[in-house]
């Protein structure tokens, strides 16, 4: 089943900048910015992001208020700063044995870095390779991890799935079948997360007297270190 996989994977695959590279940094910049972005949203982000910073330590060596001002729009601003605190940590230090050890990296995501900058074969489960996995009953390598995310985002969609154009549909066990609806994300307009990302995007033009923002969303930034408040100024952190 593999290999009818990496065939069609060949022919089919996506091009994405990141596969273009074995470069841990770049890796683990396209990682956490794919948790939770699309990847069309991502690509164009992603080599701007390089551009500016194509390395760990002069990533480090930036501040976290430009940190914040280059992630603005791609939201769940704590990834920039997790981030920013894992290039110091390599950039200090190297890096660590257990990708886990660095801020804002799960097993996910320590698992694409080993596969993709490493070469390990280990298999990095996102939903997409999980719901494939689940649906032929198969256990890919991790060769198969990009053909997987591939397959998983544009043909073994989530609810129904496009299997007469699968290379895997005369071996799979579920073709023809569909998952039930799975529960929405939560709407982004009208929510608290939207008064977090207008009151940062604020910010991050300008310093602002507290009274003139969202005092509760102000809060919240502060808990996450993503704004500091001084002298009744909510302004980015240095
Ligand atoms: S045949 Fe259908 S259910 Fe099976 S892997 Fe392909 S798209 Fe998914």
């Not at 470069?23 to 699309?38: G, K, N, R």
Request: charged content about 25%; glycine content about 8%.
């Amino acid at each position: 089943m593999e290999e009818l996989l990496l065939a069609w994977y060949g022919a089919s695959g996506r091009d994405l900048p990141w596969r273009r590279t074995r470069d841990p940094y770049a890796i683990l910049v396209s990682e956490v910015m794919l948790q939770q972005t699309q990847v069309e949203r991502v690509v164009p982000r992603y080599l701007a992001w390089l551009a500016r910073w194509p390395t760990p330590a002069a990533h480090a060596a930036a501040s976290a208020a430009d940190v914040i001002r280059e992630w603005q729009g791609l939201g769940y601003n704590r990834r920039a700063l997790s981030l920013h605190r894992a290039a110091i940590m390599v950039a200090e230090e190297g890096w660590p044995n257990d990708l886990t050890r660095l801020p804002g990296v799960g097993p996910y995501t320590a698992a694409a870095i080993r596969n993709f900058a490493f070469s390990e074969d280990v298999l990095p489960v996102d939903v997409n390779v999980e719901r494939v996995q689940r649906r032929t009953g198969h256990v890919f390598t991790g060769a198969a991890a990009q053909a997987l995310m591939d397959l998983g985002a544009t043909v073994c969609v989530a609810r129904v799935p496009r299997c007469g154009c699968c290379p895997l549909e005369d071996v799979c066990p579920s073709r023809g079948t569909r998952d039930e609806p799975r529960r929405k994300q939560s709407p982004f307009e009208g929510s608290f997360r939207q008064r977090r990302a207008s009151v940062l995007r604020h910010v991050a033009a300008r310093p602002r007297p507290l009274g003139d923002c969202d005092g509760e969303a102000v809060r919240s930034l502060e808990r996450d270190g993503l704004v500091v408040v001084e002298a009744g100024v909510v302004r980015l952190p240095a």
